[in-house]
């Protein structure tokens, strides 16, 4: 099993900064896929960004310039840096982890093991 815990989430207004943390322990191997989704309130969970075992990243079009996905040297901690914050993106925001390997991340919720409980995000406009 693989733990996710994510951090870093709140409120700020429109135009700022929040860096989000997920930390990954238990039977996690670095280099294994990870991912961060969202889900507002009344909408279905999405793809956000995406790294693979190359440290290949890949966003939603909706965050491409705005958000930057990245980790540690370990590569156990996944990092969210969200900048220019709208309204829109408020959210709950989830950590996720594939047990395994990939090359080619992908936005595809299907494609993950193992989730974190989420940390919420609000912005006001």
């Known amino acids: 099993q693989v733990q996710l815990v994510e951090s870093g989430g709140g409120s700020v207004q429109a135009g700022g900064s929040l860096r989000l943390s997920c930390a990954a322990s238990?039977?996690?191997?670095?280099?294994?896929?990870m991912g961060w989704f969202r889900q507002a309130p009344g909408k279905e969970r999405t793809g956000v960004a995406a790294?693979?075992?190359?440290?290949?990243?890949r966003y939603a079009s909706s965050v491409k310039g705005q958000f930057t996905i990245s980790q540690n040297n370990a590569r156990n901690i996944l990092y969210l840096q969200m900048n220019s914050l709208k309204p829109d993106d408020t959210a709950m925001y989830y950590c996720?982890?594939?047990?395994?390997?990939?090359?080619?991340?992908?936005?595809?919720?299907?494609?993950?093991?193992?989730w974190g409980q989420g940390t919420q995000v609000t912005v006001s406009s």
């Open positions: 238990g039977n996690f191997n670095a280099g294994y896929c």
């Open positions: 790294i693979d075992s190359d440290g290949k990243t």
């Open positions: 996720a982890a594939r047990g395994a390997y990939c090359y080619g991340g992908t936005l595809y919720q299907g494609y993950y093991d193992f």
